[in-house]
Structure formats: C-alpha cells, structure tokens
C-alpha cells in the first residue's frame, strides 16, 4: 500500500461518519474534497432548499454537523488534526479544511462521542414522559458552549406554549405555500434512493400527490403543537451573529449537543418551523432573549427504537485530489 493511500483510508472512514450528520429533509448537502492529508469539507448548493431554507442557512448548519463528526471521529481514532475555517475567501461552497496531522498519544475526551455518532437519531415520534434531570440539560448546555453557540431551554410552562403555538403558526403559513408544498413532495423518496424523507415505494406517488395538492397545515400544526407541548425537554440552538460562520459553528454545536444527549439516552427532532419563517423567527428570537436562534429542537427519552435515515453511497460524495 503506498503513502498516499494509506493517508487516504482513514480519511474515508472518517466520511462514513460524517456523513450520518442531520440535514433538512435528509438532503445531505454536502461534498468532500479527500488528499493525501487533508479532507476539504464543501457545501453542495445542488441539495439546497430554496423556498425552505432560501439563504442557505441550514444547509450551512448541516455541514456543520458533519464538520463535527469529523472532528469526533479523528478524536476516536487518535488522529490529530487542524481544522481551517473559509481557506478561500473566493470560494464561498469551501466551508472547511480539516487536515490530518498524524497520531495522538492520549486520547482526547471527543473520542468518547464518536461512539453515539451510528446511534443518533431524528426521532418524529411521542417521547416517553421521563423527564430530563437537570443535569443532564447542563450537560447540553456545556456541548453547546463548547462549540461557541448557547442552548436555551424554555423550561417555564408559559414559555413552552407560546414556542408550541409559534411551531403550529408556522406549519400553517408554510404549507399554504404551494411552493413549499412541491419543493417538500420533491424530497419524498424510497428509501432505495439513499436520501430525502423516506416514504414506502408503492403510496410514494400518492403521498406526494397530497402533499402538494392540499394545504393540510391545521392538521401537521396541531399534531406538531402537541408533540411540542408534550416533549421532556424544548430548546433552542442560537449565536451571537446571524452570518455564514455563525451557522457553520451553529452546526457543530447541534451536533455536540446531540451526541451528548444520545450518551445520555435522549434523542431529538425539530420544530423549526417558526425560525424558518422571518416573520415568526423574531418572536422565537424575545422568548431566547439573547442572541439568533437557528434550531428549534425537542429532546426526549425514546419509546421504541428506529432505523436510521437512508445515506447516499459514499462514492457519490466524494472525489480525490492531489
């Protein structure tokens, strides 16, 4: 085996863990870039979301979800490494630079996490009724700051509604979007095809007849209004800025928090219907109170367990250089 590709295999085994990062409607949107030393981590703007996510915003987040799994998994496997923020001022899709600068001889605590990476999970379902210590929340919490990004819980009950009610305003003002409607029904796909929002070959067609046919946002609204009012715990993701680098590190922070919660038992999934929406997202940002919010998520002991959202082969996703 030569140098360089004795480089390049652990490289690939840290993609199939970055990979696993969450990302709006499982549209994964991101590249890699994989030399004899580095892997380039790059935003592919092919999976973008423009009626839902028109800025970017969190396709910026996802990657940098994925950017954290990297991290994670370099830690675990005692590989340090350097990571460069925007090499190209002139390339806005080139996010980061993670170069791999051979081994370590202690472990690092991250090597911990990067066992929780295959375990996490998008739940959509009713968590148990447990709630969570506060312990635990504080834990979340330190994930977050450790990344440079808050986690704010809205732990008064008053709080709570008001997040709920902005979650099922925000179902009804997107889903009398006709457009949203297409762009979401174009993410429905079978599982087969490895990414998107899983639905089962034979009622696929039909589901996303529905759904871009009919404005069902009263029915998703009070469904999700009661999942948010039952959830053990609600919280929101914010930064200090609202600008691309604030959503790269609002992505590494999520992705800590939620590998720390699913070593805890939780797991989580979003609500962030009322942050998507610029007209609820100021509301949402005076019950944060500091700071902009990016995620809206609700935690949760789960009641059964579920299989892991599809990925695209890796092949797809990346290219070697150098």
């Not at 979301?49 to 396709?59: A, G, Q, T």
């Not at 990297?70 to 460069?84: T, Y």
């Not at 996010?95 to 081994?103: C, D, K, Q, S």
């Not at 506060?134 to 509604?161: C, K, S, Y």
Request: proline residues 8%; contains cysteine.
């Amino acid at each position: 085996m030569s140098d360089d590709t004795a480089l390049q295999e652990p490289a690939l085994s840290l993609l199939r863990h970055a990979v696993l990062a969450p990302s709006s409607h499982n549209t994964q949107p991101w590249r890699f870039r994989v030399s004899a030393t580095a892997i380039d981590l790059l935003a592919d703007r092919t999976r973008a979301l423009p009626v839902n996510d028109p800025d970017d915003r969190e396709l910026v987040i996802s990657c940098g979800a994925a950017l954290l799994n990297l991290r994670v998994s370099a830690a675990s496997r005692r590989l340090d490494v350097a990571v460069q923020l925007f090499p190209d001022p002139d390339d806005p899709d080139w996010l980061a630079r993670v170069t791999l600068e051979g081994p370590i001889a202690a472990p690092s605590p991250d090597s911990e996490l990067a066992a929780f990476i295959e375990h996490r999970r998008t739940y959509r379902r009713r968590f148990t009724t447990l709630s969570v210590e506060q312990d635990t929340i504080a834990r979340l919490i330190e994930a977050a700051a450790a990344e440079n990004v808050g986690l704010r819980p809205f732990e008064e009950e008053q709080a709570r509604l008001e997040v709920a009610g902005l979650v099922a305003e925000g179902d009804d003002m997107q889903w009398a979007n006709p457009s949203w409607r297409r762009e979401l029904a174009m993410w429905m796909h079978p599982r087969r095809e490895g990414d998107g929002l899983t639905v089962p070959d034979l009622v696929g067609p039909v589901a996303q007849f529905i759904v871009r046919t009919f404005d069902m946002g009263g029915g998703v609204g009070a469904k999700d209004r009661q999942l948010a009012e039952a959830s053990p715990l609600l919280a929101v993701i914010a930064t200090r800025g609202d600008t691309v680098p604030d959503w790269l590190e609002a992505g590494q922070g999520l992705q800590r928090v939620l590998l720390t919660a699913c070593r805890h038992g939780l797991q989580a999934s979003y609500l962030n219907q009322p942050i998507e929406v610029p007209l609820l997202r100021s509301r949402v940002q005076r019950l944060v109170g500091e700071g902009f919010p990016q995620i809206l998520m609700r935690l949760g002991y789960p009641a059964d367990k579920i299989p892991a959202a599809p990925r695209r082969p890796l092949e797809d996703i990346f290219e070697r250089i150098g």
